[in-house]
């Protein structure tokens, strides 16, 4: 979910295992940076924990070839644009070029991703225990109660250099997304009662689905997908103790289908 300026608030539901793991890797990016602007022990415990939950993901034996069948599919596409009279041919050679430099990185990194980290000790037990409730707390985690003690420049130190090591992965990540994002088509929509449901189009590759609602509207979407349609129900919740309930009344909407 994102919030645009205009005060529309955007759902978004992928499609694919792909896409989920690219909108994953994207909040943990983002979450880990916004911690990164504080210098207090607790921030920085959230950071590297963010961290962790990175090098889970990206710790799939897939992943990097995830990433490089990815850049080579929106190379492949931006390619064919380039005799198109109606396309802004700098921008689209300096985001061909950006393209093809990650797809190159990838392609001649040896071993696996976060490879530089596999050694190191604190973030392995720190690992080990994340799964835990509480299970890195003072007692259960000395090592890291000792590293939270250390100064504000160390500790960012640290772990701006262990964050680096995912640059690639996180440039893919967001390059892909942003022309995935980009690629939208948008419909207006009403769902009846509060029930929308869709057939996808055959030899289509969708990627996405983004749903606009206004900021202040009373309802959130509920998608369920599947490879074939997929069907949105609008919920609106009393209050937090309140089960959501399907409205019945119609709700208008944008939809946006990410194809690229």
């Given at each position: 979910m994102s919030r645009l300026p205009n005060s529309t608030v955007i759902y978004e539901q992928p499609l694919n295992e792909r896409m989920r793991a690219f909108l994953r890797l994207e909040h943990l990016f983002h979450r880990v940076e916004h911690e990164?602007?504080?210098?207090?022990?607790?921030?920085?415990?959230?950071?590297?924990?963010?961290?962790?939950?990175?090098?889970?993901?990206?710790?799939?034996?897939?992943l990097k070839a995830e990433l490089m069948s990815e850049l080579k599919r929106h190379a492949g596409t931006l390619e064919g644009l380039e005799h198109n009279p109606h396309v802004d041919l700098e921008r689209l050679h300096t985001i061909l070029g950006k393209t093809r430099s990650l797809l190159e990185g990838l392609r001649t990194r040896e071993g696996p991703l976060g490879a530089e980290l596999k050694d190191n000790e604190l973030l392995g037990s720190i690992r080990q225990r994340a799964s835990i409730p509480a299970g890195t707390c003072a007692f259960d985690a000395p090592g890291l109660h000792?590293?939270?003690?250390?100064?504000?420049?160390?500790?960012?130190?640290?772990?701006?250099?262990?964050?680096?090591?995912?640059?690639?992965?996180?440039?893919t990540v967001f390059l892909c997304l942003s022309l995935v994002r980009e690629s939208a088509s948008a419909t207006r929509e009403t769902a009846v009662a509060g029930y929308f449901q869709q057939s996808l189009a055959k030899g289509s590759t969708y990627q996405m689905l983004r749903i606009a609602l206004p900021a202040d509207a009373p309802w959130y979407p509920e998608v369920s997908?599947?490879?074939?349609?997929?069907?949105?129900?609008?919920?609106?919740?009393?209050?937090?103790?309140?089960?959501p309930q399907q409205g019945g009344e119609n709700v208008e909407f944008d939809l946006l289908y990410c194809v690229l």
């Open positions: 990164l602007g504080n210098t207090d022990p607790w921030s920085n415990r959230t950071a590297l924990e963010t961290i962790i939950s990175i090098m889970t993901i990206v710790s799939r034996a897939d000792f590293w939270l003690q250390g100064s504000d420049d160390h500790r960012l130190g640290d772990l701006r250099r262990w964050l680096a090591t995912y640059d690639a992965v996180r440039d997908a599947g490879p074939h349609r997929f069907t949105i129900r609008f919920l609106m919740q009393a209050n937090e103790n309140a089960r």
